[in-house]
């Protein structure tokens, strides 16, 4: 009739998850057990050590802090809470000292890139499918090509699946972005000049100017090491010699020269006896044959491993997509937990000022959002139930020392970059707040009780 509201489908607010408590329903603490469990890597391994690659993250990240890791959880502690607004590489978060997946502790993180979204998502859901995915040579033709995909994928069709379904991931997309960064010199940003034509889907360079899509450049892949992330040394095992061919007569065995004829003949296959060559009866076993198992397949078993156990690692892990303010309220913050006296803990790594360092190292970069952080803190550390640890440049952040805030060196002195890139390094710093613990470890009060 006149007047109605027009029909409309129900719908949802698209607010944060439940996060105020350590879960409830199926999620609640009391169903969770601290630790991850052990992996089996086929034996004893030097090169794959579990307790190492369940802190590992499996990309390469420019101003990851996981040698920042062990000053962050001094300056921490074991809080009831901890949040991370910046997720990245999650490199704090995976070497947090503490046992994991304990009931009544909570861990959240948040991270405005879509791509890291879904490649945490899936690790934790489908870590093998990602494993299959991730696993592939090095190729300068599928760099190109796997990162055109993923950028129309990203824009196209993840970012609103992603916060539609809570269980939508795309496990070949997380494990194509994975690959694609350790192959990528330098960052994967998405501002190159190449891209696929939609019809013809010929790789094609943009010119210049504004109105320009998304692309990639058509640099060499990473090759000056033996590799990083999925690609690194250490989840390879012995595989098949690179030696020539046999070329020293006109062929043998299948590929002998006897076998050649013009052509192909359209007949019947061989059938007068009970095969031949490769064929041959002597090949078969009853049953399925299992000498396979000494080969390993194209998905390399050690990173199945690896993610596995990073699948573990994520299983109570709150992951949020979208602007870093949104972990950043009371509400998200301070858990059941946390509200009956416990303590939250925050790490701040959000990108450096842009007049202090090089712009374009993230898909999502803004220099600006680093004083709109600063401020934040100045409010958020005044309450004696957080902890709040800021990392940033030495001169970026003094002015919370005014505030009562304390500064931290943590890069490492002896010549290896262990913080920053480069001549950057030893400018590395991290900024507590107030009701933070001391590095020298936390003290006990007038009972003897630890906090």
């Known amino acids: ?142 760099k190109s090509a796997r990162q055109i995909a993923l950028l129309r994928w990203r824009d196209e069709v993840a970012l609103e699946r992603l916060a539609g379904d809570p269980h939508w991931h795309d496990p070949v997309m997380a494990g194509w972005w994975l690959w694609a960064v350790a192959v990528q010199i330098g960052a994967f940003t998405g501002d190159g000049a190449w891209t696929a034509n939609r019809t013809t889907g010929r790789i094609v360079k943009q010119p210049r100017g504004a109105g320009r899509a998304l692309g990639v450049s058509r640099g060499l892949p990473h090759l000056s090491d033996n590799g990083r992330g999925v690609c690194t040394a250490a989840v390879r095992e012995p595989g098949v010699r690179r030696g020539l061919p046999h070329l020293s007569a006109d062929g043998r065995g299948v590929c002998g020269q006897t076998l050649r004829e013009p052509g192909v003949s359209r007949d019947l296959p061989h059938l007068s006896d009970d095969g031949q060559g490769v064929c041959g009866q002597t090949l078969r076993s009853a049953g399925v044959a299992d000498e396979a198992a000494h080969y ?43 509200r009956q006296g416990g303590h939250v803990g925050v790490f701040l790594d959000p990108p450096y000022a842009d007049d202090i360092r090089a712009g374009g190292l993230y898909s999502h970069d803004s220099g600006a959002v680093t004083h709109a952080v600063r401020e934040w803190c100045i409010k958020a550390g005044a309450n004696p139930c957080r902890r709040i640890v800021l990392a940033g440049y030495d001169v970026e952040h003094r002015e919370l020392e005014e505030h009562g805030w304390s500064i931290h060196e943590w890069f490492a002195r002896d010549s290896l970059l262990a913080g920053g890139m480069g001549e950057q390094q030893g400018r590395e710093r991290c900024w507590s707040s107030p009701y933070c613990l001391s590095t020298a470890g936390p003290q006990p009060d007038l009972f003897g009780v630890v906090p």
Request: hydrophobic share 40%; with cysteine; proline share 9%.
């Open 296 to 338: 390993h397949p194209t998905t390399m078993p050690r990173l199945r491993a690896w993610f596995a156990l990073l699948s573990a690692r994520l299983r109570h892990v709150r992951i949020l997509n979208g602007d870093w303010t949104r972990l950043c309220t009371t509400g998200a913050m301070h858990t059941l937990t946390v």
């Open 1 to 142: 009739m006149d007047g109605a509201v027009p029909f409309r489908e129900p719908g949802v607010v698209r607010s944060l998850p439940h996060l105020s408590d350590n879960g409830n329903g199926v999620c609640t603490g009391a169903m969770r057990e601290p630790g991850v469990a052990p992996s089996d890597t086929g034996g004893n391994d030097a090169a794959f050590v579990p307790e190492r690659f369940a802190r590992k993250a499996p990309f390469p990240w420019f101003g990851g802090k996981s040698q920042a890791a062990p000053l962050v959880w001094s300056l921490l502690g074991d809080v009831d809470h901890y949040c991370e607004p910046f997720a990245g590489s999650l490199a704090v978060l995976l070497n947090r000292p503490h046992p994991c997946n304990r009931a009544y502790h909570s861990e959240s993180v948040n991270d405005l890139d879509g791509f890291i979204a879904n490649a945490w998502r899936a690790l934790a859901a489908s870590p093998d499918a990602v494993a299959d995915a991730a696993s592939w040579p090095v190729s300068e033709c599928d």
